[in-house]
């Protein structure tokens, strides 16, 4: 009975993560918003500033978490994504804003709804992951992960498309506040749609005194966890480090046209989903460890690419198509994995909500720290160059450089997380190269 509710809650997860792609490219999550924030003459250093405030409000997961779990986890997460989408609406006032009350009026505007946003985002994501535990199986967990990959990716090309001709054939902020106006509403009916989704009822249990408590103390000694997080977390800032200024980098380095480089994040969403069914389907047949580290292991390849790639040479926007590839299939494949690994292997069930609330706050750290540090690093830099050989070394090479040293760390820490099946990951890789006679793995 239980499987069978899991799957009738499928499509309609399916459905909102379609709709909900939409909403987070064309208003906060992607390029679009970098060259939004751009247009409005923000220097690099407040941009870092401003991407930084998502993440950094996943700290009050940490108080949070139990209350949630008291309230509801659906319930909250339904009530603060349902207004978050009326709050972000609010900055199609900003042109009147700026016109009637001038420019700090207006940063100080942005700024205030970029707070209330990222806390609403924060609320309800910390209702989300031990919802998310509940309502799919461990058992097909990397298959609807993959399958979830292909549904985003068919959305974000749709979205990025239409995005990409709006800016390239308009100008000033208006293309923009097209966009945020008509993703605010399509982002508004993917959470309408979660309503159908099961589980997430209040949880009496998570009132009892000093619970919550106890098993936040078990989950910061539980080594597994630590390990895990720290190479989550020196994943995460070396992929940030990498994308957050990388539209700004392709643009002004490079020289690529501002609708081209919306759409080369088209390349990073077909890299994940070729990457998500493959790897999602890997990761339920021989476990999660053996596509993690390969996948994290090629993922350093994208930061030394980009620090390698000359800043003159031919043909400039085929060679980030293939880097923006790469970083989609590599990234696709470690979020499945990791995914997969956090909840079928290192959050106990029973102890979720205090797991996630530490999981998603140290996210939410690390995620912030990388914009702010990279944005202040850009701006101290300035125009300052230097050559070694063919390799421009400026502040945008020391974030790639920085990012390569980061993610190797994390894939070092990942090697030192439990398996969650007793498949070693040389083995099945010998397997798949044809290296070893007989099967490293059951069919």
Known sequence: MENDIQFRALPWFLASSFLSAIFLLWTFGGSVFLLFLNELGLPKGQIGAVLALFPFCGVLALGFA???????????????????????????LLPWILASVGQTAGLIFLFVVIILFALLRALAETAYYPWLQEFISSRIRGKVMGINFLVVTLASGVALGI???????????????????IGCMSGLLGVMLMVKIPGGAPRSESVVAGVYVVNMRQALKDRNFIAYLGGLGCMTMGSLLVTSFLPLYVKECLGVVSGTVVLLDIAVMVGGAVSGLLLGWAADRVGSRPVLMPAAALALLVPLGWFLLPRQIPHVVVWCVVLYFLNGVTAGGVAIASGRLLFNNVIPPEKST??????????????????LLAGNLLTTCGGRQNRIGTVVVDGHSLLFLGAFLLMAA??????????DDRYMTRAVLKQWLGLKKGKAYDV
């Open 66 to 92: 139990p209350v949630a779990a008291r309230w509801g986890l659906k319930r909250v997460f339904l009530t603060c994504y349902g207004i978050r989408k009326g709050v972000l609406a609010l900055l199609l």
């Open 410 to 419: 994390g894939w070092w820490l990942f090697g030192r997380v439990r398996p």
């Open 354 to 371: 205090a797991y996630t609330a530490l999981y998603y706050a140290w996210l939410g750290i690390t995620g912030g720290l990388a914009p």
């Open 163 to 181: 995005a990409g001709w709006v800016i390239g054939h308009g100008t000033g902020l208006s293309r923009f506040l097209i966009l945020i106006a």
